[in-house]
C-alpha cells in the first residue's frame, strides 16, 4: 500500500494549496511555510473581536470567531477558492481541525452542544458536490467531539452570487431564506454555527436568528475567515 502510494506521488505529485510547491509525506494540502504564514486571528479575544462587533444589536451572540483574515489577493482567498471553486473540500476539514484544536486550548468547547453548518440550496450544493461548510464543521467536531446537525437548518431560496450586492441587498436577499425543519434538536441547545466567510454577516444573522426563534440555550458563531 505505501509503495502504492509512493508510486502514486511521483506520477502525480501533491502540491501545496497555497503556493504550489511540492509537499513533503508530513505536509498535508497546505505546507509548513504556508501554514506559518497564515494570517491568524486571535483565538483568545473570542468574546471581542471583529466578527461579534457585527452582530452587535441585531443578533444576540456568546462568542465569535474567525480563524483567518480575507484579504484580497491573500492566501485565504486561496484557499478558500480552491475550498469553494475547485473541488478541494478538505481544506474546509483541516481549517476546521486547526480551528478545533485553538478552541480546546482556549476552552471555548465546553458549553457547546451541537455544531450547525449554514446550508447551500439544495440546487448549489448539487451543482457543487458538497457544502464547503458541512467540511469545515466536519473538521472542528473530528477535534472537538462536538457533534453536527446537518439536517435541522435548510436553505430554502435560492439566491444568485452576493458579491455586488449592498449591504441592504444582501440582508434583503438572505432575511427569508432559511428555514428550521426540526425544532426539538435545537431546542435547549447551545449552538456553533459555523461557515465558510464572513462579509456583512446577513447570511449568518438570519440563520441565527432562526435558530434562536426556535429555542435555542445560546448561539456562538464560527467561521473559517473574515473579510477586512
Ligand atoms: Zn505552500
Redesign the pocket.
Known sequence: MHLFKDVLNIIFPKV??????GLTKNESL??F??RSELPKTNVSDAYDNELVNKFLGKLEINFGLAYLYFLKSGITQKLLHQLKYNNVPEIGELLGKWLGADMNMHQLTGNIDLIVPVPLHPKKQRKRGYNQSHHFAMGISEITDIPIDFQSLKRILYNKSQTHKTKEQRWKSVEHAFHISNDELIKNKNVLLVDDVITTGATLEACGHQILKCGAKGLSIATIAIAK
Not at 16 to 21: A, G, K, L, M, Y
Open positions: 501545496c494549496c497555497s503556493c504550489d510547491r497546505i505546507c511555510h504556508c
